[in-house]
């Protein structure tokens, strides 16, 4: 695993800079995604993690502006593919990355996959409008082979209904590296399978990334696997990030309440003490606070928390904290 | 240590769902023991069995042979006011936060509803006083009871369902993955409001889940069960130390673990047992172990005998030929105390 300090200096296969990705028409827009700034070096994980509504699938579909618009508005921040930013992109350059440079892969691969079209057929039409000069039935079989579905040659003429969960999560990663992505965006890939078929398709993951040398940005509220596959984590609340660094170190020593929390509440193989939640409930993005966003439910809030909310402040080396109070 | 009579006796359950031709076998001859007081766990991935064996104990699955004995008394053969009397003694709180409460009706009336059926807390003013109780025991305001369910969050409607199902003071609560749709941060609120009330009301829970760690949490004993069979059964902290079944320890290995996690990206990550294919469907009838297609210790007697069900430790159960190889050479690290 390449050291934290060596990715620093590694080139970024998309940078965000601010993004805002805002929702309805009216005065009072929902900021769901509300300046966010993150990079994805080159191969790379890198993990948004984040409970319901705090903005982080949002995040990933704004990446290539996959929301529809209305009512979701972009309304600023960049997003750089290969240095071109994608907020300023006319739909056909969007169309050239989006499924070519940038992948994505879903959590319910069973309401991805069209029902009425065999399996073959669907990752045949990624190869196709890949524009790979690749003969289609072969290429189909090499990912099908690639992605671990047993039985290529028989599998190529299954409905997705005829596969397990698992299965189709490999039909849907097959169609994600039908254009050789630079960027695989996961969001919750795994949080419909079973857990042992969750361990495979993570293994597959990791095995693709080092294979193919292409950067994955996993989206999760998932610590553990955080913990075992990213290599840098940016933790997110109400539509901004609270904490971002190399993965051993924020897990290790958190520096945002939040995050402390997340990890104080994960319940955990070894450990059966007594577990701290964390008071109240997540905001709802249509009514978040003024002030740090997550004051209501912090155990150290003071005074100051309730007023301006907090920057994002570099700390030691590459972490980011967004607090006024941080832990240690 | 004393001989107690078990709350709850099931013996070689059978639970058979008949699909046209084929027969889907979700319960395939479980036994278990659950004892007053205790929490015990049911683990195991989809279509072993787990939901279908906690809709029998309540008398929602249709029972094609063995017996479900609460208190010593055979509950097929309830009737009439035994019937409604057992209900009050088991009751169930759901996974969905959303589907099982009535959108139509304010969570108040829900609760009234219940105590009214089993006429319950005397006169109106009393069964008044007493939702406010059970509104307050987990931790919502009273007042609350005025408004419909989409007025909440998925971890208060939980809560909901919770007062719901305690509000005829049952003996024996069956919670079918209470906290597997609700938010992390808010799942420990709802796991640690199940402990207390158990404390408090002196309840003894069936906690059927998928995840590991929070069964560790919840749980004395847990069962872990495979295609309609129990494959090992004891105490937690030795089923998860000392895993006595390969399926277990593919479990154990498979479930993300921040811990584990962190401490295997110095060794190049965590040594997992993964295994072949998927889990096949509860209509194949599996000759032998029903596990040996995906187990990778599975030999020769595997693919042909079914295994019994054998001693591996202190009320600890193995149903595998190789239960003590398993104990002695573990394919992975153990996970435990």
């Known amino acids: 695993m390449p050291s934290f300090a060596a990715m620093t200096v590694a080139k970024n296969t998309v940078e965000v800079e601010g993004l805002k990705t805002w929702f309805g028409t009216g005065p009072e827009p929902v900021k769901a995604v509300d300046g966010v700034s993150f990079s994805i070096p080159e191969k790379s994980t890198v993990a948004l993690v984040g409970e319901s509504g705090c903005g982080k699938s949002v995040t990933a579909m704004s990446l290539t502006r996959l929301l529809p618009s209305p009512p979701a508005r972009y309304a600023g921040g960049r997003v750089l593919v290969g240095g071109r930013d994608t907020m300023q ?21 069973g309401t991805a996959l069209n029902p009425v079209f065999r399996v073959g057929y669907q990752i045949g039409e990624a190869v196709r409008l890949s ?14 082979h690639l992605v671990g579905l047993p039985e290529p ?11 397990s969960g698992g299965m189709q999560q490999r039909v849907m990663i097959a169609m994600a590296l039908a254009s050789q992505p630079r960027l695989l965006v996961a969001d919750e890939p795994t949080t419909a399978l079973d857990v042992t078929i969750q361990a495979q398709i993570l293994e597959l993951l990791g095995a693709l990334q080092k294979e193919l040398g292409m950067s994955v940005l996993l989206i999760t509220h998932n610590l553990g696997l955080v913990a075992e596959t990213a290599h840098t984590v940016h933790v997110m609340y109400g539509g901004r990030l609270v904490e971002s660094g190399g993965t051993e170190e924020v897990l290790r020593k958190p520096a945002h309440p939040y995050t402390r929390g997340l990890l104080d509440a994960v319940p955990r193989l070894s450990v059966t003490k007594t577990m701290r939640g964390i008071d109240g409930t997540v905001p709802n993005p249509a009514h978040l606070p003024v002030g740090c966003k997550f004051a209501p439910r912090c155990p150290r809030v003071k005074d100051k928390c309730r007023g301006t909310e907090p920057e994002m402040t570099m700390s030691t080396g590459d972490r980011q904290v967004r607090c006024y109070f941080p832990l240690s | 240590m004393v001989q107690e009579q078990p709350l709850l006796d099931i013996r070689n359950l059978h639970v058979t769902f008949k699909l046209g031709r084929r027969e889907l076998r979700a319960v395939d001859g479980v036994s278990l023991q659950l004892f007053r007081g205790e929490s015990l766990g049911l683990v195991g991935e989809s279509g072993c069995g787990k939901t279908t064996l906690g809709n029998a104990i309540v008398r929602m699955a249709p029972v094609s042979g063995g017996s479900i004995s609460f208190g010593g008394r055979d509950i097929a053969a309830f009737r009439g006011d035994e019937l409604r009397g057992y209900r009050r003694q088991v009751q169930m709180v759901f996974q969905d936060p959303y589907g099982s409460l009535n959108p139509r009706m304010t969570v108040g009336a829900a609760i009234l509803e219940v105590l009214g059926i089993y006429r319950l807390g005397g006169d109106r003013a009393a069964r008044f006083n007493r939702l406010g109780e059970l509104m307050t025991a987990v931790g919502l305001e009273p007042g609350y009871s005025r408004r419909y369910p989409h007025e909440f969050s998925g971890g208060q409607r939980q809560r909901i369902g919770i007062a719901r199902a305690l509000a005829v003071s049952p003996s024996l609560v069956i919670a079918d993955e209470p906290v597997s749709a609700l938010d992390v941060s808010v799942q420990v609120q709802i796991l640690n409001l199940l402990k207390d009330l158990q404390a408090k009301f002196s309840l003894s829970y069936l906690f059927v889940a998928h995840d590991l760690s929070v069964v560790r949490y919840m749980c004395q004993r847990v069962l872990v069960m495979y295609l309609g069979r129990v494959m090992e059964s004891g105490p937690v902290d030795a089923v998860y130390s000392h895993p006595g079944h390969p399926y277990t320890e593919a479990l154990l290995s498979a479930v993300p673990d921040v811990e584990l996690g962190l401490d295997a990206r110095k060794t190049g990550g965590r040594r997992r047992i993964l295994l072949t294919g998927d889990v096949p469907s509860a209509t194949r009838v599996i000759p032998g172990c029903r596990f040996h297609p995906r187990c990778p210790r599975a030999k020769d007697v595997c693919r042909k005998i079914e295994p019994t069900t054998v001693a591996v430790g202190d009320g600890h159960w193995s149903a595998c030929h190789f239960a003590s190889e398993v104990l002695a050479r573990p394919a992975a690290q153990a996970h435990g105390a």
């Open chain 1, 153 to 163: 040659e028989r599998r190529i003429d299954s409905y997705p209904h005829e596969l």
């Open chain 1, 131 to 144: 524009g790979r000069k690749v003969r289609v039935r072969d290429e189909v079989l090499r990912l099908m």
């Open chain 1, 89 to 109: 992109m006319t739909p056909s350059q969007l169309s050239g990355i989006r499924g070519r440079e940038i992948a994505y892969i879903f959590q319910e691969p």
